[in-house]
Structures are given as structure tokens and as C-alpha cells.
């Protein structure tokens, strides 16, 4: 009885062994099971930064092409609102000598008191400004001789391309009997410029002699052409 009793314990025994080394095995499977299911996302998550660098390097590269275009359209805009050497849109450069052709003639009116020479000034360039006196000089058997301004209020106005303006000198006639000042030559300088032009006088031969040894001689602003001041 006794003996039976051990046997089936035994027997016993091992059933409940084999059941838990199954169940010990059946756990080691499934986690193993669960250790590659989440090495899997592990590599994964390796693999993403590859992923992300080519991801990076397209991006790189789309915002290099977008920085490129960019500046081309900075430049552009930049170039584009850019006016000149003047800085703003519209507004035309001071008249030059080199684009002016400047000719002198006797306009001289019987019955004024004064003769007078008249220079025109054609602009042979683009549109400019143009304001003021221009500088006259005579060129004498005396030395030079300086015009004096007349004193009228100059106008600032816009020489198109084509046109032309025109200014007086004014001198008095030599009626004194003497051979006076002889006159041999005229040079003249436009408004705010430094170049100079030598014209032939095309007016009386000679000045009358002043006492007080003074320029008679009187020039009007630009645009005042005409007889007189």
C-alpha cells in the first residue's frame, strides 16, 4: 500500500515537472518571441537615420535651390529699384557741355540802347535740367573780360532732347570816336558745369573804353533770350 502510495506520488511529481518545464519553455519561447518582435522596431529606428539624412540632403538641397532663387529675386528687385546716378526714379541729370551744341548771333534790334549777342544752347543728348547763368567770358586784345550778371531770377526747367534755349549778352556800343577795346573771341560755360566752349564774337568789333576800367558787359539767365535785361 505504502509502495503504491510512493509511486503515485512520483508520478506526480513528474507530471507537475513536465508541466512546468513547459510552461518555463513556452514562457523563454515567448519572450524571445517578444525580444525579436522589438529588436524589429529597433532596427527600424536605426534605419531612420538613414531615412532622415537623404531626407535631410533633399531638403538640403531644395533649400539651397530655394535660397538661390530667392536671391536672384532679391537681386533682381534690388537691381530693379535701383534709379541711377541721380537715386531717383524720373528725375533727369544736369545739362553737359558735351551734350549741348552752343552757337552764338548778333540779335542786335535797331533802337535799343544796348547791342546784343544771343547764344543758344541745342541739346544733342538725352532730356536734362538746366537753371541758372552761364559763364561768359570775352576774349580781348585787353585780357579777358567777364560778363556781370544781370541780376534776373533764373527758372529751372527741363531741355528735352532737340530743343534749345537761349540767353542774351548785353554791351554797349563803342560811340566814343577810339579805337576801344577790341573784342577777339567769346567763351562760354553752361549752367553748374566746369567745360568751357570758344565761340567766334559775332557782334561789334570793339568795346567802348570805361572810366572806371569794369565789365560793360551784362548776360541774362538761361531761357531769358531777347533783348536787353
Do not use: H
Request: charged share 15%; hydrophobic share 30%.
Amino acid at each position: 500500500m505504502y509502495g503504491n502510495r510512493r509511486k503515485a506520488f512520483l508520478v506526480s511529481a513528474l507530471l507537475v515537472g513536465g508541466a512546468m518545464l513547459m510552461t518555463a519553455c513556452q514562457d523563454a519561447d515567448a519572450d524571445a518571441a517578444q525580444g525579436t518582435s522589438s529588436a524589429t522596431p529597433a532596427g527600424q529606428t536605426d534605419a531612420s537615420p538613414g531615412a532622415s539624412a537623404t531626407g535631410g540632403e533633399q531638403g538640403g538641397e531644395e533649400d539651397k535651390a530655394s535660397g538661390d532663387s530667392s536671391g536672384g529675386k532679391d537681386a533682381a528687385s534690388g537691381s530693379g529699384s535701383g534709379s541711377g546716378a541721380n537715386g531717383k526714379a524720373g528725375k533727369v541729370g544736369t545739362c553737359r557741355t558735351d551734350g549741348l551744341k552752343i552757337t552764338a548771333a548778333d540779335n542786335t534790334i535797331d533802337g535799343d540802347p544796348d547791342l546784343t549777342v544771343a547764344v543758344t544752347m541745342k541739346n544733342i543728348g538725352t532730356d536734362c535740367a538746366m537753371s541758372g547763368y552761364a559763364g561768359v567770358d570775352l576774349k580781348t586784345n585787353a585780357g579777358p573780360l567777364s560778363a556781370k550778371r544781370t541780376g534776373q531770377e533764373p527758372t529751372s526747367f527741363t531741355l528735352k532732347s532737340g530743343e534749345s534755349v537761349a540767353f542774351p549778352i548785353n554791351y554797349p556800343a563803342n560811340d566814343s570816336g577810339g579805337s576801344g577795346v577790341r573784342i577777339t573771341g567769346l567763351l562760354v560755360t553752361p549752367p553748374n558745369e566746369t567745360k568751357t566752349v570758344t565761340l567766334q564774337w559775332p557782334g561789334a568789333a570793339t568795346l567802348p573804353v570805361t572810366e572806371d576800367g569794369g565789365s560793360p558787359v551784362k548776360v541774362g539767365p538761361v531761357g531769358s533770350a531777347g533783348q536787353g535785361s
